[in-house]
């Protein structure tokens, strides 16, 4: 728009050409205007989920909001605050780590924002017994290990107590 005093205020993206009359007289410039570049004026982070137990993974998502009033997923820059617990990579992809609480972070253009995610150890689902000799002459030894599977998928051999259900045996 233009005002009588020649004022031009842009109001959308275009040209327009202003003209200008006096004592019959005319003469005109082109305006260009561009769009205005919306900005960052908010991050919300959301994750898959927020509970973990060790080795388990989940993934981290950020939405932008704009000066404009839109909003759209972006990929911020993510940290966490505790390595030990929870890691994150550039593609939001958390791996718990260690048992505790870890803030994973996304931040964009300044802004930021964070989810907590809470890891635990995972629990046994299963104890396997292996002995190197099931059948022994009176006298002889073996070696008995057990083996802990996880309800993370994980197993590992474990320091089982061990007991026997005959000691005159």
Do not use: H, M, R
Request: net charge negative.
């Amino acid at each position: 728009t233009v005002t009588s005093a020649g004022t031009v205020t842009a109001v959308g993206a275009g040209t327009a050409t202003i003209t200008g009359t006096f004592a019959g007289e005319s003469g005109s410039a082109t305006i260009t205007v561009t769009a205005a570049t919306a900005t960052v004026t908010g991050v919300t982070v959301n994750a898959a989920a927020t509970s973990l137990t060790t080795g388990q993974t989940t993934t981290v998502t950020a939405t932008a909001s704009y000066s404009d009033g839109s909003s759209q997923g972006v990929a911020p820059t993510w940290s966490s605050s505790n390595t030990g617990v929870a890691t994150v990579t550039s593609a939001g992809t958390v791996t718990a780590v260690g048992a505790g609480t870890a803030t994973i972070t996304g931040t964009l253009a300044g802004k930021s924002d964070s989810v907590d995610i809470t890891v635990t150890p995972p629990t046994v689902t299963s104890l396997s017994v292996s002995a190197a000799a099931t059948s022994l002459d009176a006298g002889q030894t073996t070696t008995v290990t057990a083996t802990a599977s996880y309800s993370n998928g994980s197993s590992e051999q474990v320091n089982a107590t061990w007991t026997s259900s005959n000691v005159e045996v």
